[in-house]
């Protein structure tokens, strides 16, 4: 007797986690597949969820989270120059998945299309299908920074889609698109009416010249997008699972109604730590000076094995680098860089058509071990060189 539905049974393990699985039980991997930073949440925010528990902070909170947080959210966050009401514009929820799956519970009727970049993090798709919609692959190419580019979203509107999926810094590929990059989706939004989805969980991890900008605060985009953030890679605080979506008020209130139902709310510490985190933006600013110095080493190294082509991510903490020379697909690459030397990267070929040819680095190891698994590429790299001549 089969008890699961349709959609249960057609759920898949997704191609990060199997290169997790096929990494498992192996000595002495390093792990370069990771999507979290590395380290402990900085102590006072820790702090904050310890006294938040002593006080006895135990209990359900309000469904769109404790007005302490979403006022912090609306008030010191970068998000301050918009002045989204945390009355009503405001969810807190279970980290940016939770809220990007209750913003598509709330959208989408079967069969609605939503417009996502390809090459792209792979739950974005997944959770849409699971709700009924169709996600859109809409290409990319490397020569444009893997940004979306208008002509090739305008070409893949039909009168079923309903919103465009933006998320800049991205992951896999680092990129951060540019103003002009937004202005263009914007103006298509607008002109198409669709919402933008736009998913800036890792708006902190920038470098050298590049700033965050959200499409929200383009003109007329206010109304019509929903930001989904999250205190997971910023702050070190992914197993908190404390996230928000700031959107317009109808949409906002049918995800706080459905949080009810499902989940009734964020564990009550963890918003507790939240907004203490929202007084301390240096704290992110020292992560992301880590990882600024990582992506450094990283880049340097990477630099030095021939063949491999890596343009410099502008921000999150993942490297695309680009492997066709060896004339391999990136997943023959990844699974023999794994059985020979023992190093996790991600097939870019997980991420859709257009990663083909590249592999995810993530930076979020200790620059020693990142040293060494780079080390360990440039001998894989050199042992493939050696066979194909
Ligand atoms: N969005 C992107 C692009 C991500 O890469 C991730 C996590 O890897 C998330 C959202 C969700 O993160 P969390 O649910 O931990 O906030």
Not at 52 to 78: C, F, Q
Not at 202 to 221: D, E, K, R, V
Request: net charge neutral; hydrophobic share 40%.
């Amino acid at each position: 007797m089969n008890m699961l539905n349709q959609k249960a049974r057609q759920l898949k393990q997704g191609a990060i986690r199997a290169m997790f699985d096929r990494a498992a039980g192996m000595e002495g991997v390093i792990s370069l597949g990771i999507g979290e930073p590395d380290m402990p949440t900085p102590a006072l925010i820790c702090q904050a969820g310890m006294e938040a528990l002593e006080r006895g902070e135990t209990h359900y909170t309000p469904n769109a989270g404790t007005v302490e947080l979403r006022r912090a959210i609306a008030e010191k966050s970068y998000l301050a120059p918009l002045g989204y009401d945390p009355a009503g514009e405001i969810i807190v929820t279970c980290g940016g998945m939770g809220a990007l799956s209750l913003l598509f519970l709330v959208l989408l009727e079967e069969g609605d299309e939503v417009l996502i970049q390809d090459p792209q993090w792979l739950n974005h798709a997944a959770q849409v299908r699971y709700c009924g919609g169709v996600p859109v692959r809409v290409p990319t190419r490397a020569a444009a920074g893997f940004s979306m580019e208008r002509e090739a979203v305008e070409r893949l509107v039909t009168a079923r889609t309903k919103a465009i999926l933006i998320n800049s810094p991205n992951n896999p590929t680092g990129a951060v698109m540019s103003k002009e990059a937004l202005k263009e989706i914007a103006a298509v939004a607008r002109r198409r009416d669709l919402l933008v989805i736009s998913d800036e969980v890792y708006s902190t991890l920038l470098y050298g010249q590049a700033s965050h900008i959200s499409i929200a605060s383009l003109p007329g985009m206010r109304e019509r997008t929903v930001v989904i953030n999250s205190f997971s890679k910023a702050y070190a605080m992914t197993g908190w699972r404390v996230g928000y979506a700031a959107g317009p008020a109808e949409i906002i209130d049918r995800m706080v109604k459905c949080q009810e139902n499902f989940s009734a709310c964020v564990n009550a510490p963890g918003q507790h730590a939240a907004a203490a985190a929202l007084d301390h933006p240096e704290l992110a600013t020292g992560l992301r000076d880590i990882f600024a110095r990582r992506r450094e080493a990283l880049l340097s190294e990477l630099a030095r094995i021939p063949g491999i082509c890596c343009a410099p991510p502008a921000g999150a903490f993942y490297a695309f680098a680009d492997i066709s020379a060896f004339g391999m697909s990136s997943e023959t690459f990844c699974r023999q860089l794994l059985e020979q030397e023992r190093v996790v990267c991600i097939p870019g070929s997980a991420f859709g058509q257009c990663g083909e040819g590249y592999i995810r680095i993530g930076y979020a190891a200790g620059e020693d071990r990142l040293r060494e698994a780079v080390r360990r590429m440039a001998r894989f790299c050199e042992s493939r060189d050696n066979q194909s001549r």
